[in-house]
């Protein structure tokens, strides 16, 4: 059995993994290669080579509610969408609550993790460090979770443009972005439209002159708000909207969210309409980018197709010129340079991992990847999740298929999600947001059993069952019960409607509206049953009269004799 657990990074997933290796009664040793923890969220100035980079004004496209740790809700009185800062804050309160800080090892780079020479039989990793003096150290340990992240590697496709030689622009990925003060009265294309994409292109359109927003397919544009200005995520990733997806055609649903989307700005009209339907693949949440197009600051084009000397020549034949700089908001690519080459297959050296989380191929199931997929909801309660089986799985309390079965589940997962995503890369990335997170519950024995809910505990049972499914679900019972689950799950609207509170608001002076006054509703509903029932030949005449009295006494009294 597992003892000893290397953690590869600081992030948000690796001190979730520590805290979860310490409720199994295990060791974990964390080494994280910069001076701080917060991993992705954690802004820096400049970009560093090998390292995650985000851009100042970073906005959470999920809610706090949606994201936090299941068994530590994020204070009432934050945002329900915050910036970066204070979500590395929230990291902050987790570590020094659960005193995590102590596991980790700060500016120590992780070099190699290699099986050992009796890993067959002891499923143990050389594991090589070096630290911020550059002095190498080697390790032993029995496990191995990485949670290095996979936003290091820009994707930066330059070179496929012919003329980019020659170009006097400036050409950079949005890693290397921050903020939009040097484009100030300059024109701008921005090429991609992910979520980084639409928000880089959404800020610098209010500074430059004018701003191109370049997309090879489009995007669905959805909102962070809801109805009733609620948390997006909050009303539509409930356990009765993911039965009713499955129950209904796809096409009706799609239909109906289409055309709701669209009445609020049509995508056709906006330049935004895709190829694919609303409910393929995940959205772009962005509240700006389609005031930005009706402002004009904003401008849909085609995909790019080359640079001229100074401007730009989009698919459609189209071009801009004087363009001062492209940005290319084109991904990132997963790279784990210290793992076994032997875990990485196809042409780009992708992993391939059995439901996102372990290699099919070592013998022993001592190692696992966290965070590498796409989903439609928040990344950490599934990285949580995904830390919380492996660790099961590590200490010999979860087994897995045999490497043939797991190569099975692997081919057909990304068969079924090749409908929606051609390309093999992302196909085998997507997880379905609650199937996944209660298939690895069910692993864990952590899964909510909502008939025996309904039966001793129904007001719980009805926030689980058609209320938003937020992580504390998973704390309600088996391994890593936590006792404050019920009550964090019965108080979650009260912390959504914490942070509007700033403002007494009075209340409207409450009179009564003749017009609409339940005494009047009753005259009106018994003065046309009157009417009906008059013309019919068939009601019974002491019917009629029985209405007659009813509406004459009403009318009189008020009230019925």
């Given at each position: 059995m597992a003892r000893r657990v290397a953690v590869v990074g600081g992030g948000s997933a690796g001190l979730i993994s520590i805290k979860i290796c310490i409720d199994e009664g295990l060791e974990p040793v964390c080494f994280e290669s910069s001076d701080d923890i917060g991993g992705l969220w954690k802004f820096k100035d400049s970009p560093e080579?090998?390292?995650?980079?985000?851009?100042?004004?970073?906005?959470?496209?999920?809610?706090?509610?949606?994201m936090c740790f299941s068994d530590f809700p994020m204070p009432a009185d934050y945002p329900n969408y915050m910036r970066s800062s204070q979500l590395l804050q929230y990291f902050r309160l987790y570590a020094k609550h659960f005193d995590l800080l102590r596991h980790i090892h700060f500016q120590t780079t992780v070099r190699s993790v290699t099986p050992r020479a009796d890993f067959c039989q002891s499923g143990q990793w050389d594991i090589v460090t070096v630290n911020r003096d550059g002095?190498?150290?080697?390790?032993?340990?029995?496990?191995?979770l990485v949670c290095s992240g996979h936003y290091t590697q820009p994707i930066f496709p330059l070179s496929e443009f012919p003329g980019h030689e020659t170009f006097s622009g400036r050409c950079f990925h949005s890693w290397d972005y921050k903020d939009a003060d040097a484009f100030r009265g300059k024109r701008v294309v921005v090429v991609g439209i992910g979520n980084s994409g639409g928000d880089i292109a959404v800020e610098i359109s209010r500074?430059?002159?004018?701003?191109?927003l370049s997309t090879r397919q489009g995007a669905w544009v959805v909102s962070r708000m809801s109805n009733n200005?609620?948390?997006?995520?909050?009303?539509?990733?409930?356990?009765?909207?993911?039965i009713l997806m499955k129950l209904l055609p796809s096409s009706l649903v799609n239909w109906v969210a289409e055309r709701s989307l669209n009445q609020k700005y049509d995508h056709r009209l906006y330049g935004l309409r895709p190829r694919h339907r609303l409910l393929d693949r995940r959205p772009l949440v962005n509240c700006d980018l389609p005031d930005q197009i009706l402002q004009g600051a904003l401008v849909m084009k085609p995909n790019l197709r080359a640079f001229r000397d100074s401007g730009v020549v989009f698919e459609d034949g189209t071009v801009e010129e004087n363009i001062d700089a492209v940005v290319f908001c084109t991904g990132y690519k997963a790279n784990f340079p210290f793992l076994p080459p032997g875990l990485s297959e196809g042409p780009d050296q992708e992993l391939t991992l059995y439901k996102r989380l372990f290699p099919p191929s070592l013998s022993k199931p001592t190692l696992a990847v966290m965070g590498l997929f796409q989903t439609k909801g928040p990344i950490q309660p599934i990285m949580e999740m995904q830390a919380r089986w492996a660790v099961r799985v590590f200490s010999g309390l979860s087994l897995l298929l045999s490497e043939k079965k797991m190569m099975e589940v692997i081919e057909c997962d990304t068969k079924r999600n090749s409908k929606s995503y051609p390309c093999p890369r992302q196909a085998a990335l997507y997880v379905d947001y609650i199937s996944y997170l209660d298939f690895m519950a069910g692993e864990i024995g952590v899964r909510p059993n909502l008939l025996r809910l309904m039966l001793r505990d129904p007001v719980l049972w009805v926030k689980v069952a058609f209320g938003p499914c937020t992580p504390y679900q998973y704390r309600l019972t088996g391994p890593g019960q936590w006792a404050g689950a019920r009550r964090a799950i019965l108080t979650q609207w009260d912390?959504?409607?914490?942070?509007?509170?700033?403002?007494?608001?009075?209340?409207?002076?409450?009179?009564s509206s003749v017009l609409f006054s339940p005494l009047l509703l009753v005259l009106g509903g018994t003065v046309i049953t009157a009417v009906l029932m008059s013309k019919n030949e068939t009601v019974p005449a002491q019917i009629l009269d029985r209405c007659k009295i009813f509406l004459k006494d009403s009318w009189f009294t008020g009230y019925p004799q």
């Open positions: 080579p090998e390292r995650t980079s985000i851009y100042r004004s970073l906005v959470v496209n999920t809610s706090k509610e949606m002095e190498e150290e080697r390790r032993v340990f029995d496990a191995v500074a430059a002159e004018k701003t191109f200005g609620l948390p997006l995520d909050m009303t539509s990733i409930t356990r009765l909207n993911s912390r959504v409607a914490q942070p509007f509170r700033t403002r007494v608001v009075p209340e409207p002076e409450s009179r």
